[in-house]
């Protein structure tokens, strides 16, 4: 056994790729106990690169982030007019939504309306992420069932999809299957990308989990946000999503949820999706912008830190808005006795 | 609005401090998703270091990781022979425990034991972190009390010493209170640093959070585990608190619980202790040795990965270790159906 100096050489050969800048630290007064580090890209819809911080070209895992990109096809290929959705349909089909009732209704009435039932979801069943639903089965003895998964939304869409395309429902999240080819084609078109020649791994619903660098993916949300330039379908399509996300900000995720406090308080001029392992993305359709950022450690109070940060740095949001969105934006760290004994923020001087 | 380009320069000057190298990595198969940075130390209990990886003299806080250290005052300054606690009593002060059924009405007996109640502790209630009894609790619809707190050990063992040296109980927590100040001064002895000189928060508990740097962390673990140069009533209480431990591991931590499983595996010849916010500790009463880690995020998952990775390139845990407590050593990442999608593991090329 040799000492092992921490050298920038050492450190050279085990942090590959190279370090991301730290984006947010918790503090514990008077000194900071822990950092997160991260990316962050924000690009106009002609794929320009208006900011960026980080590595913005290294792939990462978008997760549930890109579920509006993933949703447009469910419009654009006719069956959101065929099977009458409405916004509340659209808004769920873009939502990683607590499992809360009006949710787990919404999907079970829409499932129905489309001649399906909960058993035809592949997504896996968890309990509801909001606590009190999740108390509330636990209290009645009641098992989740795939309702409840954050992502049924998601996949009513894609099943509503395979119907109206007259596909197998059956095998619906597997890449072979043509709902998930044909996601990937809007993928591509929006991204630049061909992802095929990308890593492709299994998301946590058991759909294919694409990889693509932020740059692309602030870019696609974009041209989601001021899609004009975008065929008329398509455009039709993310404006229809935008809309219903705008109008029904409970059902994009619920309860405590930062997603559905934010595009509440900025009546949808501002559009922001989570997604596991400390992804944010956000439309910005005034500004006609997309801001894709991953906390290179997975953690969700980092990306909710730094998404309000970024929005505060690009003007949507303001001061006021940071103090009222304070418990994502600035989250207290509390002893057991709920005194405060620091804070989750932005790392000083970022983002500047 | 600028383009701001991830040159060196700029990921330099908002990594303050300079980044440690990347420990662990979390993947989604076939790629890395997220990826954890921490530093660690190796040190004997000459102070000699035996190995170290990142900086491991910026000041941490060990939280939790230390309390086999904090526990030294009760049996040293004779409060543990004096009110006759016997090895589960002391496995309980250095415990961070789950709030299940023997660790509850363990302290709770010693509590009383030494005329004192569950209100008598200042540590703040909060719900089992055990599965099952956090639910047996809401299922009762009973509120958890203080002494379900997972530091309710240290605290009796606080509590305790405060009785035998006849101080006033109430305030224990505070900084100015000869009982913290006492401990205080065995941290200092052990650590070599003046923790007066280093920034002191709160703990999750109430009690004083001293930053220390992990190399300093990791020589008084050290002597804990090697204790036959301190004084020898410090040495004494060091092997009665390592073989109550030893003895104990299950109210070291609880079920599911990482330190109880390694101890119980090892039967006491590694000591590990787990701290909030990525930080772990080990005593390696054999080999003479302490270790110190933290995950720079604070991420459990990555701080498990980690201190098994270490243990294992040290020779105190073998592959079959490893295999034998997978969930932390190298858990696997699922989705919702079960299917195993990526794993968490040491970084490729670490430790070495």
Not at 24 to 41: I, N
Not at 231 to 247: C, D, E, I, Y
């Amino acid at each position: 056994m040799t000492v092992q100096k921490p050298t920038a050489k050492r450190r050279a050969a085990a942090a590959v790729p190279p370090a991301n800048p730290i984006l947010v630290e918790a503090t514990r007064e008077p000194a900071v106990e822990s950092r997160h580090a991260g990316a962050v890209a924000v690009v106009d819809a002609a794929g320009r690169t208006v900011a960026a911080w980080g590595d913005v070209e290294r792939p990462i895992f978008p997760r549930s982030a890109i579920k509006p990109l993933q949703a447009l096809l469910l419009v654009e290929c006719g069956a959101a007019d065929a099977f009458k959705l409405g916004a509340r349909e659209l808004a769920l089909a873009c939502a990683s939504h607590g499992g809360e009732p009006a949710h787990v209704a919404t999907v079970t009435a829409w499932l129905a309306s489309v001649g399906l039932t909960e058993s035809d979801l592949e997504c896996g069943a968890h309990p509801p992420s909001a606590e009190a639903a999740a108390l509330a089965l636990l209290r009645a003895g009641t098992a989740p069932n795939q309702c409840h998964n954050n992502c049924s939304g998601k996949h009513a869409a894609m099943l509503s999809a395979a119907r109206y395309l007259r596909l197998p429902t059956r095998g619906y999240v597997r890449p072979d299957h043509r709902i998930q080819q044909e996601i990937g084609r809007v993928l591509d078109d929006l991204t630049g990308l061909t992802l095929g020649k990308l890593p492709c791994g299994v998301d946590g619903c058991g759909i294919p989990a694409h990889a693509m660098p932020l740059r692309n993916i602030a870019h696609a949300m974009a041209r989601f946000a001021a899609p004009d330039e975008l065929p008329p379908a398509r455009a039709g399509a993310a404006k229809r999503l935008a809309q219903a996300m705008a109008a029904h900000p409970f059902l994009v995720a619920g309860t405590g949820r930062f997603c559905t406090a934010l595009i509440q308080r900025k009546q949808g001029e501002v559009l922001i999706k989570t997604g596991a392992e400390g992804v944010f993305t956000a439309a910005l359709p005034k500004l006609g912008l997309g801001v894709a950022l991953k906390i290179d450690d997975g953690a969700r109070r980092a990306s909710q830190v730094a998404i309000a940060s970024v929005l505060r740095h690009l003007g949507v949001l303001d001061d006021g808005d940071i103090e009222a969105l304070g418990g994502f934006a600035r989250p207290r760290v509390t002893n057991w006795r709920g005194a405060e004994v620091g804070v989750v923020r932005p790392a000083a001087g970022w983002p500047a």
